[in-house]
């Protein structure tokens, strides 16, 4: 971004977070200049070539960042409750609509850059192409298109079931040339109905094909997956992200498999473990109960929920002990989670062991790492893309303060 007469712009702040380490410095400014960050600097030492007119933001008692990155969203989700099966009756042009106004919320609440983790058919390829146009306001999109499942398997309906080697290669390839970023591979069931979360969705053999075949390409995997054995099978096949991370077993409970855990902080995979969406559930359903009481089926999830969230935490507090690293992923649109809360996300990172400060990075700088972007966003450095959240309150401090949003940068244009 330069000004009207073609200087820099400078953002100043009382308090500068450039998420390299988590510290915070005070009465720091950003350069912009032609979308990209020139150079952050003392206030007192900017300095300009005589006739230079820089356009100045000055946000006063407030602290600059950069723009946070949820490494998991679905655009095309309500995130009002509605169940997947519920939206698949939608049409393509209501999820795309859907997608706008999602993608909206997201870019207003500070989010620049958003890991795409699957929509319907072209849906997220047509919105992160509008983006792109400047036709619809949206953070960056990091696009895996559609999650790749097992034939009837988790997310079936959104289009890319494939199975056995060779049928995963092929849809691995469709959708590096539909224009997918990376590839999100279901590895085990989920929440739709008739999947199995507990148990695993591909062979180590399909699983390893569909690796080959997007690093081949250059493209990241994500993998989502609650059983054990397929948290097992997404370590032997070399994914990059395990989603969820459960530890599901065969019976339904939830317990840490040590040794999985101990390979998974050796292995240096991240882990995207979405907290917050159940304990939302849980708030829910607990108000309702309060306000109106609950039906013997809201008292079963409200039951079941519970357990979830408390073997959870029993299981990732040790994962993140023994290693792990743990990134930020809200599965916005996904169940009752709305977007423009992403961080609650970073906020439930904190009960499993992160400071304030690693959950921060969580959605910043390592969050960048993870979605293949470290040299061009994550930090306020010189040479990266321009990406900047002023925020009211310290957030290394209060995670809370994330929400104070004052004003939001995408590639050195002022959004909000």
């Known amino acids: 971004m330069a000004s009207a007469n073609g200087s820099p712009t400078v953002v100043k702040a009382a308090r500068l977070i450039d998420c390299t380490d988590g510290s915070s410095r005070e009465n720091m400014a950003v350069v912009v200049e032609n979308g990209r960050i020139a150079r952050v600097s003392p206030q007192h030492e900017l300095a300009f070539p005589e006739g230079a007119r820089p356009e100045v933001h000055d946000f006063g008692d407030a602290t600059l960042l950069p723009g946070l990155i949820d490494c998991h969203t679905h655009t095309n989700m309500r995130g009002d409750g509605s169940s997947v099966d519920d939206v698949h009756e939608d049409d393509d042009d209501i999820h795309l609509i859907q997608g706008v106004r999602s993608a909206r919320l997201a870019i207003e609440s500070g989010v620049t850059t958003m890991r795409e983790n699957g929509g319907w058919n072209r849906t997220t390829f047509s919105l992160k192409e509008g983006i792109r146009r400047g036709l619809v ?40 040339a539909e224009g997918a970023d990376y590839i999100k591979v279901m590895s085990s069931g989920g929440s739709t109905r008739n999947s199995v979360p507990t148990r695993a969705s591909y062979s180590l053999e399909e699983l390893a094909a569909i690796v080959d075949e997007a690093h081949v390409r250059g493209r990241l995997v994500g993998a989502h997956a609650h059983a054990v054995q397929a948290i097992a099978n997404c370590l032997d096949a070399g994914v990059d992200m395990i989603i969820h991370c459960t530890f599901s077993n065969p019976d339904g409970s939830i317990s840490l498999d040590q040794s999985l855990a101990d390979r998974i902080a050796e292995s240096g995979v991240w882990v995207n473990p979405t907290l917050w969406i159940i304990m939302l559930q849980i708030r829910h359903l607990e108000q309702k109960q309060d306000e109106e009481g609950l039906n013997r089926e809201e008292e079963t999830l409200l039951e079941a929920s519970r357990y979830r969230v408390s073997r959870r935490l029993e299981v990732h507090r040790p994962l993140f002990e023994s290693g792990a690293r743990f990134i930020g992923g809200s599965d916005c649109g996904w169940g009752a989670y709305p977007f423009g809360q992403f961080h609650e996300e970073l906020k439930a990172l904190t009960t499993v062991g992160l400071s304030s400060k690693q959950a921060l990075l969580a959605g910043t700088r390592d969050a960048a790492e993870a979605v293949g972007l470290p040299d061009s966003i994550g930090t306020l450095e010189a040479g990266k893309e321009a990406d900047l959240l002023v925020v009211e309150g310290d957030p290394s401090r209060d995670l809370d303060d994330l929400t104070r949003v004052a004003a939001v940068f995408q590639a050195g244009q002022r959004v909000k």
């Open 137 to 176: 306001p949206g953070p960056r999109i990091v696009n895996c298109g559609r999650p790749i499942t097992m034939t009837g398997g988790h997310c079936w309906m959104m289009g890319s079931q494939a199975d056995g080697v060779d049928g995963v290669r092929k849809e691995v390839r469709r959708l590096v």
